[in-house]
């Protein structure tokens, strides 16, 4: 049974370019809740040469400080602020400044594996997962980085098939089957964030939202 007084988790989940991340902010602006994204918890590699750093698989689970996340979320879970770690994807490294974040009602966690650790998973009050085809979810993947990331487009097409797509096969896929809800990632956000907060209604009774 849910305790009342505690933050109340939503994990989304999905392939890269899915479209989780919008949901997440759409479903988070209806709350309202904060979205807190898994990419904030990719592991420092300072060790490294920028090479070797741009050349790790970022798709692998192991990539992220998974340890570090499911500490912050039993934090925030009993009401303690945390320290969110910020991280610089253009040098694959943590950079030196740290978010703090104070717990609130409702907290959204979005991200490629939001699903797959089963510690995680035990945190969550919903889970959401977010589907799309595989060719959208390339184009996708290379607008962003190319926008958001500085990435070239020649350098996202070979990740994408070397790491993100087989990865996602192994790791993200599956967790659809302990999904509580898929969403389709190519209908209206409008759409589809009020279907995540109809379930909420409808599954948790949890009212004051939209």
């Given at each position: 049974m ?6 109340f ?7 890269s ?22 990419d ?17 698989n ?12 499911f500490?912050q ?9 945390i ?13 030196a ?14 991200g ?8 995680i ?22 607008s ?23 990865m996602?096969?192994r790791?993200?896929?599956p ?26 209604q ?9």
């Open positions: 849910r305790n009342a007084t505690a933050p988790l939503i994990g989304i989940t999905g392939p370019g899915a479209g989780k991340t919008e949901l997440a902010r759409a479903v988070g602006k209806k709350i309202p809740a904060p979205v807190y994204s898994l904030s918890y990719y592991r420092d590699l300072p060790g490294l040469t920028l090479e070797e750093r741009a050349s790790t970022f798709d692998d689970p192991s990539a992220l400080d998974d340890e570090l996340l500490a979320l039993e934090m925030l879970l009993h009401q303690r602020p320290n969110k770690p910020i991280y610089n994807f253009a040098l694959h490294v943590r950079a400044e740290i978010e703090m974040v104070l717990p609130s009602p409702m907290i959204i966690i979005e490629l594996f939001a699903l797959h650790w089963p510690a998973r035990s945190l969550l009050g919903l889970k959401v997962y977010v589907h799309a085809d595989d060719a959208i979810c390339f184009e996708r993947r290379i962003r980085d190319v926008r958001e990331r500085g990435r070239t487009a020649e350098s996202v097409r070979k990740q994408y098939e070397a790491t993100v797509r087989p996602a096969e790791y993200i896929y967790t659809r089957d302990v999904a509580d809800l898929v969403i389709s990632g190519t209908e209206p956000l409008d759409k589809t964030s009020s279907a995540v907060i109809a379930y909420l409808e599954r948790w009774h949890i009212a004051g939202m939209e």
